[in-house]
């Protein structure tokens, strides 16, 4: 009855190539995000869609694509493996957007995906 | 300028001490201010939302002060349980929904 969960937990992988990262959540939330946490532990912001439809998409490589084929499920494909891209990524949703107040905006995170390119 | 600063610490006080953290924010359009924590090599997980008013969660009281930019956490009677990582959110609630986290304070509870 896991609320946020994410495939594969640990992923190594040699420069170049291309892997994919899928999350999936079932509190019925409208919004979903994808988060980078580097060496330094500090987390920022990649996507975040809301009812399937992108929202924010910060400065991020193209060959970073997220899919979201429907409410539940927001998916990461990454496409040439480079050195830099070595860190954990978090999937996580919320009830809806962020909004004054904030209630319903608070973000529930799947466990991470620790991605290493060698 | 970042947009959330945290002091990283680390903190590191006796169990049933309070500890107090900080975190200030440079944007006065944001709107919606959380508190996480992270254990070692685990997910954020929320601890408080803060309004505006201020809230209390047992052990645990979040302050929001508009005007000078800043939001507070105070920790009464730590526990051992307490160490990890405190990350605090800001939320602009703009069309980009921007979500900006702090780096986090270090607070380790000795026993």
């Known amino acids: 009855d896991t609320a946020v969960s994410q495939t594969p937990k640990y992923l190594v992988t040699q420069m170049g190539n291309d892997k994919s990262i899928k999350c999936e959540q079932n509190l019925g939330h409208d919004t979903m995000y994808w988060y980078k946490q580097d060496s330094k532990k500090f987390l920022k912001i990649m996507f975040s869609?809301?009812?399937?439809?992108?929202?924010i998409n910060e400065t991020v490589p193209n060959r970073f694509s997220p899919k979201s084929p429907d409410k539940a499920h927001l998916n990461l494909h990454i496409n040439s493996l480079e050195l830099g891209d070595s860190a954990v990524y978090f999937c996580?949703?919320?009830?809806?957007?962020?909004?004054?107040?904030?209630?319903?905006?608070?973000?529930?995170f799947g466990p991470g995906t620790r991605l290493t390119v060698t | 300028r970042k947009e959330v600063e945290q002091d990283p610490g680390p903190f590191n006080v006796p169990e049933g001490a309070t500890v107090a953290f900080n975190c200030t924010y440079s944007n006065s359009a944001s709107q919606s201010f959380f508190w996480y924590r992270q254990d070692c090599r685990k997910e954020p997980k929320l601890l408080m939302s803060?309004?505006?008013s201020g809230n209390e969660d047992g052990r645990f009281t979040a302050q929001l002060n508009r005007a000078s930019q800043y939001i507070s956490l105070l920790i009464r009677d730590s526990k051992l349980s307490d160490s990890a990582t405190y990350l605090c959110v800001v939320n602009l609630a703009n069309t980009g929904n921007q979500f900006y986290f702090g780096t986090g304070t270090s607070l380790t509870v000795i026993p």
């Open positions: 869609y809301n009812n399937k439809e992108l929202i």
């Open positions: 803060v309004y505006s």
């Open positions: 996580a949703s919320s009830q809806r957007r962020g909004a004054s107040g904030g209630r319903g905006s608070e973000q529930y």
